[in-house]
């Protein structure tokens, strides 16, 4: 059974920082991507950045995080990680990570992921 699992949400004060967690279990996803997203109340569903398992290529969304946020992997422990800084009231959302079990053309869109996890919710506060 395929899970990924979120961790390392929480309430933070703008300026601050914090770091999400996403643990892969079940199936290997080394051909793919692993992404994050997030969702914020009332709207779609948001690009964050994405890293492959191969090679750690990292993507990120054009302007929203780039600079602030860095993803990285662990892949002994199948884990990827979310470093958030500078956190704005803005960036307050559930975050997902998802996995892609072969490496398609596109980190952004979110059908192109065939695994979620159950999402964390992150609130900055101004």
């Known amino acids: 059974q395929v899970q990924l699992v979120e961790s390392g949400g929480g309430l933070v004060q703008a300026g601050g920082s914090l770091r999400l967690s996403c643990a892969a279990s079940?199936?290997?996803?080394?051909?793919?991507?692993m992404g994050w997203f997030r969702q914020a109340p009332g709207k779609e569903r948001e690009f964050v950045g994405a890293?492959?398992?191969?090679?750690?290529?990292?993507?990120y969304a054009a302007d929203s995080v780039k600079g602030r946020f860095t993803i990285s992997r662990d892949n002994a422990k199948n884990t990827v990680y979310l470093q958030m800084n500078s956190l704005k009231p803005e960036d307050t959302a559930v975050y997902y990570c998802?996995?892609?079990?072969?490496?398609?053309?596109?980190?952004?869109?979110?059908?192109?992921?065939?695994?979620w996890g159950q999402g964390t919710q992150v609130t900055v506060s101004s």
């Open positions: 079940g199936r290997s996803f080394s051909s793919g991507r």
């Open positions: 998802a996995a892609q079990s072969v490496l398609y053309s596109d980190p952004e869109y979110p059908n192109l992921y065939d695994y």
């Open positions: 890293i492959r398992w191969s090679g750690g290529n990292t993507y």
